[in-house]
């Protein structure tokens, strides 16, 4: 035998150890910062949504139908109100868009999936309109079905592009962080030691028990094998990206979802120093025109043009952002002065105006007075006449 062909000989069982497999953590990108921020700020408007109360009313009597017990009951066999509207809002927001269809049993279900074919001068058509596992076969006029879109070009754009960024940079701070804190060691054997097959998948068996107690079992007791060393290179105390830093990533990304939707960053912060405020200003730029897009669509597809002309109308009424008091006491400085009746104020406050001839007359308890100037045109010389 030559020379070359012992030295290969003698380091066969060095190739050999490369057959043993490397235990270790893969890092995936984490695409739930996504769905996180998009959860928490597209729910925050659907449960707010979900307490809407529907008002149908006639000649400004509040009236009680089918669509009165649709809107505000049970929708369908499956949905209370308050799941229905939730739903709704949160479609139409993810989506950017939403479809009801109201069936032949008079129930109002949310379309899974749909095909909408566009006309110039006739009203869309929705076909292939899906519902949980079921596709009808009929096709829906645009004046048939509730349709609402929510035109919110910037966080589409958002979703599909600085997301990517914000998701990448997030994968490698965690990745990062988790190297910096590893645990890495090596196994190490005498090379006379006999390699073969059967003997490394021994081997190999028994290392993985022990790193599997290792790494489950807070006490850990394992074999000293003659001619086999463990031994620890880091201990996972090296650092790296504290969780503070990596939260702020998922925060920074939450705040502009929401900046986007229209809601203030004190509200998702849970900032209490500026809630009152953060409220108004939810209520103004995102609830209270959400709400008139529901409401404008109600009244384009349940009440026809006579009966809206005659005083038939629904309205949305969301959830009081400002407290009792302060509306009654606005109220009542409306009716004191005239500008209101005793029924347009209790609408203003949540409630159902009564319709009796004494609370739709105006009254003034205040003594109100008016400044005239005298005619010698003298600075300061005025007279004053109660009204």
Same mark, same amino acid.
């Given at each position: ?21 490397? /235990?270790?953590?893969?890092?995936? %990108? ?12 597209? =729910? ?6 979900? %307490? ?6 006639? /000649?400004?009597?509040?009236? #009680? ?8 009951? !049970?929708?369908?066999?499956? &949905?209370?109100?308050? /799941?229905?509207? &939730?739903?709704?809002? #949160? ?28 006309? @110039? ?7 292939? +309109? ?35 960024? #914000? ?14 804190? &590893? ?29 599997? $107690? ?5 006490? @850990? ?15 996972? $105390?090296?650092?790296? !990206? ?14 502009? +979802? $929401? %900046? ?8 998702? !912060? ?7 405020? @953060? ?35 629904? &309205? ?12 009654? $006491? ?7 002065? =005239? ?28 003594? #109100? ?7 010698? =045109? ?8 109660? +009204?």
């Amino acid at each position: 035998m030559s020379f070359l062909s012992k030295v290969f000989q003698r380091n066969k069982s060095l190739d050999s150890s490369y057959d043993f497999n490397f /235990d270790g953590i893969e890092i995936e %990108q984490r695409a739930y910062l996504k769905s996180m921020a998009l959860e928490i700020c597209i =729910g925050f408007i659907a449960r707010t949504v979900a %307490q809407s109360v529907f008002r149908i009313s006639e /000649d400004g009597k509040r009236v #009680y139908d089918d669509w009165d017990y649709l809107l505000n009951v !049970r929708p369908n066999t499956d &949905q209370s109100a308050a /799941d229905f509207w &939730q739903r709704f809002a #949160y479609r139409a927001i993810f989506d950017n868009e939403v479809l009801v269809i109201k069936t032949d049993s008079n129930d109002l279900l949310i379309a899974d999936s749909f095909t909408r074919k566009e006309y @110039a001068v006739l009203p869309d058509v929705f076909s292939d +309109v899906t519902v949980k596992d079921y596709t009808f076969k009929r096709t829906f006029n645009m004046d048939e079905v509730i349709h609402i879109t929510y035109n919110n070009e910037k966080l589409d754009k958002f979703m599909k592009g600085m997301f990517e960024d #914000y998701t990448e940079l997030f994968s490698r701070m965690i990745q990062t962080s988790m190297y910096s804190n &590893q645990i890495r060691a090596l196994a190490g054997m005498e090379s006379s030691q006999d390699l073969s097959p059967e003997k490394l998948a021994k081997l190999q068996s028994f290392i993985d028990k022990m790193f599997n $107690a290792f790494k489950t079992k807070a006490f @850990a007791i394992v074999p000293k094998l003659k001619g086999f060393d463990y031994t620890e290179l880091t201990n996972g $105390a090296n650092g790296g !990206r504290s969780i503070e830093d990596i939260t702020k990533i998922s925060d920074k990304a939450v705040e502009h +979802v $929401a %900046q986007l939707l229209g809601i203030p960053v004190a509200l998702v !912060r849970g900032d209490m120093s500026e809630y009152e405020t @953060a409220l108004k200003a939810y209520d103004k730029f995102c609830y209270s025109p959400f709400l008139k897009k529901i409401s404008d669509e109600l009244n384009n597809k349940t009440i026809e043009k006579e009966d809206y002309q005659n005083g038939r109308k629904i &309205q949305v009424r969301g959830i009081t952002m400002e407290s009792p008091l302060d509306l009654l $006491a606005k109220a009542d400085k409306g009716v004191a002065s =005239g500008i209101i009746n005793p029924d347009e104020g209790r609408e203003m406050i949540g409630l159902e105006p009564t319709g009796l001839p004494e609370m739709q007359a105006y009254y003034i308890t205040k003594n #109100y007075e008016k400044a005239e100037h005298s005619k010698g =045109g003298e600075k300061g010389n005025e007279s004053k006449t109660s +009204v």
